[in-house]
């Protein structure tokens, strides 16, 4: 049945590019216009010469002007209207059948990721990194006004603790030559003491200030969100003042792990990713060390194996919670998910983004786990909720930016 839905779907898409090529070729057939060549006459024998010469003609500069051809006509509004309404339509059988897809993978490869979500939850490496957020201190309203937000293509709101671009674009195009490609030069002017201040919260809710916050389900949740880059070169440039006369790189480490700490209750798979990048950052500053034969005290470093293994199942697991999937499939990749609560905050913008295009959306089976996780930022399930779906163009994007390998 899966099959022949599948082949509906790819005819109705064939027969809707074919309809809308004829409507564009019958629109924008090129217009011979006034310079086409009349038709030929039929020849009565050579033309005689005329008695009498024709008087001269009065000289008209206006006349001999050569005269532009006439501008393109623009399509009727109404043509338009059903060429834009002809796109939409064929947007959204695309997302449909992207959803379509991707129902029927997941129901095959569930198993598959339960293993690997077993196999990472068995490895004691991996227990720092999936402790469920904590519902204490919520370090929301300190952050909201320090850190840089994302607030659409192109715009940020910068917070205090903005960085240069110029300086943000070093650290990453020095890569993992990072801890000796700065100095105290680079750092003397900066003020960390707000990293040692994170230490009085548990936990940091992007939905209880902030623009999240102000917006709640007028948010473009596409966009905004804090600017985790800002905050990972703020890490770098913590170890690079540690790593200085006088520094304390065992404190420096306790900083930058418990922002990473903080930045993965953020939930979702871009806050899982960069907080495994900024743990990563102590194991960056111990191999430039040694490949410079530079001594430092012994530190904990976080296994790099696992810190990549919860960051890709996080992006793995997200699709078991897009619309359309089974309630059973959604329900089994749940129970074994290594971080339940970022797959639930997917789902939900999935399912709400992409509703109109999925007969079987499931949003209630999805709002009775989200009920069932330990931890889970509510107030910003229930932002979510209420906002918009996504039109078929926007939609279309999500569901190829999702979808990327």
């Not at 997941?106 to 939850?121: D, G, I, N, P, S």
């Amino acid at each position: 049945m899966a099959t022949r839905t599948r082949k509906l779907l790819r005819t109705w898409l064939a027969i809707a590019a074919l309809a809308g090529a004829l409507v564009l070729a019958v629109i924008f057939w090129p217009d011979p216009g006034p310079f086409a060549p009349p038709p030929p006459r039929a020849s009565a024998g050579p033309a005689l010469p005329p008695a009498h010469p024709p008087p001269p003609a009065v000289r008209n500069p206006a006349a001999h002007r050569v005269s532009r051809p006439p501008a393109a006509t623009a399509a009727p509004p109404n043509v338009l209207e059903q060429i834009a309404v002809l796109h939409r339509g064929l947007s959204s059988l695309e997302v449909t059948a992207a959803l379509q897809r991707n129902a029927e993978e997941t129901a095959r490869t569930v198993e598959q990721f339960c293993a690997r979500a077993e196999a990472l939850k068995r490895n004691p490496a991996s227990a720092p990194l999936l402790q469920p957020p904590s519902a204490g201190a919520d370090a929301g309203p300190f952050l909201a006004p320090l850190v840089d937000w994302l607030m659409g293509p192109e715009q940020v709101r910068e917070g205090k603790l903005h960085l240069p671009q110029a300086l943000v674009d070093r650290v990453s195009a020095a890569k993992k030559d990072w801890p000796f490609a700065f100095s105290r030069a680079d750092t003397g002017g900066l003020d960390f003491g707000w990293m040692r201040q994170l230490h009085a919260f548990d936990h940091w809710s992007v939905a209880s200030a902030g623009p999240i916050a102000e917006l709640q389900e007028q948010a473009d949740f596409s966009y905004v969100a804090p600017s985790y880059f800002q905050l990972l070169a703020w890490v770098k440039l913590r170890y690079v003042d540690a790593l200085g006369p006088g520094g304390d790189l065992a404190a420096a480490a306790e900083d930058a792990r418990h922002l990473s700490d903080l930045v993965r209750s953020n939930e979702g798979y871009v806050a899982t990713a960069l907080a495994g990048r900024m743990l990563r950052s102590l194991n960056e500053v111990q191999d430039a060390a040694a490949a410079r034969g530079v001594t430092l005290p012994p530190l904990p470093a976080m296994d790099a194996s696992a810190i990549s293994e919860v960051s890709q199942l996080t992006r793995a697991g997200r699709r078991y919670f897009w619309p359309g999937v089974s309630p059973e499939v959604t329900r089994r990749a749940f129970e074994c998910s290594p971080l339940p609560c970022a797959h639930v905050l997917e789902g939900a913008y999935a399912r709400r983004a992409l509703s109109p295009y999925s007969p079987g959306n499931g949003e209630a089976e999805l709002w009775d786990l989200a009920s069932m996780g330990n931890g889970c930022d509510g107030l910003l399930l229930q932002m979510l909720a209420g906002s918009a779906p996504a039109g078929p163009a926007d939609a279309l994007g999500l569901v190829q930016l999702l979808s990327a390998p």
